[in-house]
């Protein structure tokens, strides 16, 4: 079937609504209705008295007459017209034509030349509206998990249709819960042969499809729940059905595991980036999966894809009967998975090729689609390496350049060490104590990303705060401030910047410098206590492209501390580290000379009119 143009086909019918009180995506919806009716009646699918020829016998009353009758249809029918004849009734006597534009298409055949699921696809979106997956993404998803020999297909979440449209042709039965009242998802489930079932509720907290007093299991899943909602304990803590081995997890995790816990087969879940690394109770759930050997593949998703976000996503495969040993990883954020479309909108290409690798995976393809995807878009990682990596499953983590690759096989080379088995790490004065008007408030300089300089020595930051050192503050509460030789590694938002403090820091006390609450501060101690060399390499591009390695997130950028502390750096000789300060000591040579230059060519136009003029 071809995608080009599919949008016409809606409009054909809803530009004769223009006119209409309807909003735009109220009459893009009613004219999607309008085309189903019409096609169901051109198939014989409806009795005679709901058909479109018997209701334009009677003008615009027919028409809504007829769609109400067939909002009292039970079933998938009854929930694909339930709002249809309101719609119809305030669209006045424009309605008559765009049924008659309807009857047109559907006896010219158009549903044989184009998908449902490409035509839906263009319906106007509003900002309140659920996530919708891509018509290609579904495309994808459905290709991945829904194999010959599977008979049911589970699809909680489903709001757009598209995981619907995917499965048109697919002779499975599915079972849609959601709590999303929309008519899409029943509207293309009036073009599969292959039962349907839809269900209005939560799948999270009232789930629906239980047999026996058991969950029911499905072959596959498709699902792309709400990213990065809040949600209570509650659903965890009064589950009836054992869904939840980790009762704590964020919203996307207990989504993961609610998917999990339905389906016995494969499952494609599109999740918030934040659950691929986030700490806590996430790296639970993800170490649950791991270890059960659930985790298929990673697919990372492109900015742009969706309707109403751009929260960084991915396509967590899992499959429940296997025991994968071995994970896959795609960046399909890469060039040669995208395709540009207008205002800022993305589209997925080369699907196949992703296809390919993750069949490859589980041994459904002789040959590994490496001739298509290189290490720099698909990589396969064990396991135990993933766990031992804080059971991170971001995609940049295991799928990068080559020239970031090749900086990882220099380091193996060469000694490094942890960082935390050289430096003490000092998180900055938590917010609660910021700001303060309690009487023992004192005002400190804070240093933020803005006061790290690329050269030579933090300089004397501009912004003052009120602290106060709390007394549950572990240890001294003067290791709040910061000292001679300290280094300032900015871990979220400008990652990566560096500062290394000057021997004219100010003591602790009133007039101290504090780091700002994106920093984190490196003590040296032991034979390590001079930590000027590592700040001044960490600086470098080298540096700098060794903690871009372990950079996560795309909104706002950030480095676990965990994962800092882990970090190999090079072991720096007596010898190497007195060159490094040699180093450092002339680029604040320089830096004061170049001040002082800036500070003489300001002054020179002043000196002149003062002498000229008094």
Not at 40 to 58: I, P, W
Not at 452 to 473: M, N
Not at 506 to 527: D, E, K
Not at 580 to 601: C, D, F, H, W
């Amino acid at each position: 079937m071809s995608t080009d143009n599919a949008g016409q086909v809606l409009f054909q019918v809803q530009d004769l609504l223009r006119n209409s009180p309807l909003a735009s995506n109220e009459s893009g919806l009613l004219a999607f209705q309008l085309l189903v009716w019409a096609q169901l009646s051109t198939k014989g699918k409806l009795d005679l008295d709901s058909t479109v020829d018997a209701a334009l016998a009677h003008g615009a009353t027919g028409i809504v007459d007829a769609l109400s009758r067939l909002a009292l249809t039970d079933g998938p029918m009854g929930q694909a017209f339930g709002d249809a004849a309101r719609r119809a009734q305030f669209s006045g006597d424009y309605i008559v034509s765009a049924v008659t534009a309807a009857k047109r298409l559907a006896d010219g055949g158009i549903f044989e030349r184009f998908s449902p699921a490409d035509v839906v696809a263009h319906l106007p979106q509003i900002g309140t509206e659920p996530v919708t997956v891509p018509a290609e993404v579904a495309r994808l998803m459905v290709n991945l998990v829904v194999k010959g020999d599977q008979s049911s297909v589970y699809s909680p979440w489903e709001s757009s249709g598209q995981f619907v449209g995917a499965l048109l042709n697919q002779h499975v039965s599915l079972y849609v819960e959601t709590p999303f009242s929309t008519p899409l998802p029943a509207l293309l489930s009036l073009f599969r042969e292959a039962p349907t079932e839809m269900v209005l509720a939560n799948p999270l907290r009232s789930p629906t499809a239980i047999k026996g007093g058991h969950l029911q299991k499905f072959d596959a899943a498709l699902s792309i729940p709400p990213l990065n909602m809040v949600v209570s304990d509650e659903a965890a803590m009064t589950d009836l059905y054992g869904r939840f081995p980790i009762k704590k997890a964020t919203w996307n995790g207990l989504n993961v595991l609610h998917i999990v816990a339905q389906t016995g087969g494969k499952a494609a879940i599109i999740v918030a980036n934040s659950f691929l690394f986030g700490p806590g109770r996430d790296r639970e759930v993800r170490e649950y999966l791991l270890h059960k050997g659930m985790v298929e593949a990673v697919i990372a998703l492109p900015a742009g894809l969706f309707n109403i976000t751009n929260i960084p996503s991915a396509l967590l495969l899992l499959d429940t009967q296997a025991n994968c040993r071995k994970v896959g990883f795609v960046d399909a954020t890469r060039p040669y998975f995208t395709k540009a479309l207008n205002k800022g909108k993305t589209t997925l290409v080369n699907t196949n090729a992703i296809v390919s690798f993750c069949s490859a995976l589980m041994g459904e393809q002789s040959v590994l689609a490496a001739d298509a995807l290189d290490d720099t878009l698909a990589v396969v990682t064990p396991v135990e390496d993933i766990l031992g990596n804080e059971a991170s499953l971001q995609v940049d983590r295991y799928v990068m350049a080559h020239e970031q690759r090749n900086l990882q096989a220099w380091l193996r080379a060469m000694p490094t060490v942890a960082l935390e088995d050289l430096a003490d790490f000092h998180n900055p004065i938590p917010n609660k104590d910021r700001n303060s008007g309690a009487p023992a408030a004192i005002e400190v300089y804070e240093v933020g990303a803005a006061d790290l300089p690329s050269a030579g020595y933090i300089a004397t930051p501009e912004k003052t705060v009120s602290v106060q050192l709390s007394s549950r503050r572990s240890g001294n509460a003067e290791e709040a401030f910061l000292r001679q030789g300290d280094v300032l590694l900015i871990t979220k938002g400008s990652v990566g910047k560096v500062g290394i403090v000057p021997a004219d820091v100010p003591p602790a006390g009133p007039g101290g410098w504090v780091a700002g609450q994106s920093a984190i501060v490196l003590r040296g101690r032991g034979q390590y206590g001079d930590l000027r060399g590592l700040g001044l390499w960490m600086r470098s591009q080298m540096g700098r492209d060794v903690l871009a390695g372990i950079t996560s997130g795309a909104t706002i950028p950030m480095i676990s501390i965990q994962t800092l502390r882990r970090l190999q750096v090079p072991v720096l000789t007596l010898e190497a580290t007195h060159r490094a300060v040699e180093v450092l000591n002339r680029e604040a040579e320089i830096q004061r000379g170049i001040e002082a230059l800036r500070t003489e060519q300001a002054g020179l136009s002043e000196r002149l009119w003062n002498e000229l003029l008094n």
